[in-house]
């Protein structure tokens, strides 16, 4: 070795030597940061997180470090919270100190800080306060929105019925169904089935939510700066939400054109009546860019996560045949087989209600939730959290926990019974969230999973292609989201 090769690789340790040490004080934190696993320069822990199923990896360290606990999604920090009492100490009892939104770089890059989902301060309050009290107006949690579930959970019966016994995969029969219901709210339209631009944004959506949830997705999360030169599966993703705002903004120009503010029909309506309200206001968060981001925000999240709740829900009972039957008795009981489903029929179905929340916990379709942070150096615990550092609070982790939900791996609708029958609540049930970033469309994603779920046993049974004891229930890949894996079934009229 010459003397400039000897050089060469001693100025190449330094360098290393000086990144590691730079890397090991910022997760230091004067001592305070909580513990974790040692992190290398550029990757972090990249080499220790398996992406497959992040969050089972997630539980694994929390069993070394604790219930509070720091990693480096590359050269990311971030704290992880494992288990109800961490989850519940940080969103529910210190909820001012933990709402905002934490760094999310393919949020980030879907939006750039616009919108609901992805903003913070004055932008969110502003936005989420509108979008609550517009959704609400419009009839969320309310009996004219349960009339419209009904009439669409009735127009997917004959959907279901037009496939006369024949093999299909239902994810665009419940992508459509589902996304129609916040259609009407956003757009001011049903739309049909076979709308060849209605499937295709179906499509969309259902493979952003895939791409996001796979390997692409999470080395985006760890490598954001790489990954957006190195061509793959994520550059579609962004194709995908660039023509999912193309649509949007041609609804947002008809919308204009037609626009009566003393007689709006949906929330574009109301977005664009609130903007000619507020144009003369400096701090206004209501301009054309938002409501694009905002109305993105609605349409995907009111679309995707209930869906893939039915899709992933339908796959678990044709696994066990023995819990679809019990409650399709239920059903024929207490609401028969011509009458539809209401709301007000769950108090007096709590088997059926049990299976609906052990399906949402069983699956918890965002595993680690959406990422938080601390917009100041935080006490938490014996810990000091510094200003900016991202927090996940793993939802996984509060619905799969071992002491509340015993064999939490395992289907089991006994977790929300009583030994008497009756329906057992529990403040573990956080599969949209907690606190003050808690889902806004919970009590409209309640109702249509409940409401279709019920609608579509009612009405059939679910006949499976191999034998229920072969049916793979583990998700296909569990990043972002779980999703299960294609499958196809039958549904034979009752």
Known sequence: MDTQEATTVFLVLCISCFLFFASWRKRSGNGKLPPGPVSF???????????????????????????????????????????????????????????????????????????????????????????????????????????????????????????????????????????????????????????????????????????????????????????????????????????????????????????????????????????????????????????????FDLFIAGTETPSTTLRYGLLILLKYPEIQEKVQKEIDFVIGRTQSACMANRSQMPYTDAVVHEIQRFIAVIPLGLPHTVSQDTPFRQYIIPKGTTIYPILSSVLHDSKEFPDPEQFNPEHFLNENGTFRKSNFFMPFSAGKRICLGESLARMEIFLILVTILQNFTLKPLIDPKEIDISPEMSGFGNAPKPYQLCVLPR
């Open 41 to 295: 320069p550029i990757v972090g822990n990249a080499l220790q997180l398996k992406t497959k199923n992040l969050s089972r990896t997630l539980h694994k360290l929390s069993e070394t470090y604790g219930p509070v606990f720091t990693v480096h999604f590359g050269s990311e920090r971030v704290v992880a919270l494992h288990g109800y009492e961490a989850v519940k100490e940080a969103l529910i009892d210190r909820a001012d100190k933990f709402a905002a939104r934490g760094r999310m770089p393919i949020g980030d890059k879907f939006n750039n800080g616009l919108g609901i989902v992805f903003s913070n301060g004055e932008r969110w309050k502003q936005l989420r306060q509108f979008a609550l009290t517009t959704l609400r107006n419009f009839g969320m949690g309310k009996r004219s929105i349960e009339m419209q579930i009904q009439e669409e959970a009735q127009y997917l019966v004959k959907k279901l019925s037009s496939t006369q016994k024949m093999p299909f995969d239902p994810t665009f029969l419940l992508s459509c169904a589902v996304s129609n219901i916040i259609c009407s709210i956003i757009f001011g339209k049903h739309r049909d089935y076979e709308d060849r631009k209605f499937l295709t944004l179906m499509g969309l959506m259902n493979d952003i939510f895939h791409v996001v949830s796979s390997h692409w997705g999470q080395l985006y999360q760890l490598f954001p700066s790489l990954m957006d030169v190195l061509p793959g599966p994520h550059k579609r993703m962004f194709k995908n939400v660039d023509e999912l705002k193309k649509f949007i903004s041609e609804e947002v120009k008809k919308h204009q054109d037609s626009l009566d503010p003393s007689s709006p029909q949906d929330i574009i309506d109301c977005f664009l009546t609130k903007m000619e309200q507020d144009k003369h206001n400096d701090k206004s968060e209501f301009y054309l860019e938002n409501l694009v981001a905002t109305t």
